[in-house]
């Protein structure tokens, strides 16, 4: 049975979560919402928020952090969580809106919340994860979509491979990075839509050529493939790409063991 719990997780969506939670929907996972000290934002401590879902049996679990889009997050993150759930991993998505005052990032009043905010935040929850029992500590990925993605990218030179298996970047707007390094310590699976205005594949390409070349990055792209392709609410949905690209997260996520090095790698 599919989770019914496909709502933006924001603050006023919280209580309709744990009411969807008390009454057991969520058949596949045992899922939580928790919360953790974040980084000061406008002189003032925020809090952050997350839904926290650990697959079937007792562990230790490998585990996903997914980070929100500039919309928040919303149903296909339920989603995604859900699908990392049914391959064994613990998934962990964070809020980094509704903590902060703001539904989405759009909103630029009083400064609005920016991409090295998610990148903060992305930090203290690797950290969060790494005190879990239930947690392989040295299998933790890091994921994101659009803004998500963006964050994954700007934290990625400092991700500790000690703790951090591998990173997924999918339609980041590349354009909008600012790196202070390039340094890639942990695979990276790179996935963008050649014709995607809000995060050009040319601009990935163009940042990250040296580290493709090289093959410390995965890097795909779609020719027909706009912003959101996934995302089967919206115009853009391409079914094929959306089945394939979950197809290769699927298998990144499998073929990394936990010292970030695949198979292959290692013979």
């Given amino acids: 049975m599919r989770s019914t719990l496909l709502l933006p997780f924001g603050a006023a969506k919280l209580g309709a ?16 919402v928790v919360e953790f000290p974040g980084p000061e934002f406008q ?3 925020v809090k952050l928020t997350a839904f926290y879902t650990t697959p079937e049996g007792t562990g230790p679990h490998p585990v996903v952090v997914l980070m929100p889009s500039g919309s928040g ?19 962990l998505r964070v809020e980094s809106l509704t903590p902060r005052g703001y539904d989405d990032m759009f909103d630029r009043s009083g400064g609005g919340v920016g991409l090295g905010d998610l990148a903060q935040d992305l930090a203290i929850a690797i950290d969060w994860l790494r005190s879990k029992h239930e947690i392989e500590r040295d299998r933790i990925y890091v994921a994101g979509w659009s803004a998500g993605a963006a964050a994954v ?13 591998g990173a997924i970047a999918i339609y980041p707007p590349c354009k909008r990075i600012t790196r202070d390094s390039d340094a890639v310590p942990v695979r990276l699976l790179l996935i963008v839509g050649n014709q995607d205005p809000q995060a050009p594949a040319a601009e990935c390409a163009r940042t990250y050529a040296e580290q493709i070349a090289r093959g410390a990055i995965e890097f795909v792209q779609y020719p027909h493939a706009d912003h959101l392709f996934d995302a089967e609410s919206v115009s853009a949905y391409r079914p094929a790409e959306a089945k394939d690209a ?18 292959s790698d290692q013979q």
Avoid: H, Y
């Fill in 43 to 45: 002189g003032k401590p």
């Fill in 73 to 91: 997050t919303w149903s296909n993150d339920a989603r995604r969580a859900e699908q990392f759930n049914e391959w064994g991993f613990a998934a």
């Fill in 246 to 263: 979950v197809q290769r997260v699927r298998r990144f996520l499998t073929s990394i063991g936990p010292d970030g090095k695949s198979p």
């Fill in 17 to 32: 979560v744990v009411v969807a939670l008390a009454l057991g929907l969520v058949m596949r996972a045992r899922a939580e």
């Fill in 153 to 165: 990218l700007i934290r990625l030179p400092r991700l500790d491979s000690t703790f951090v298996a």
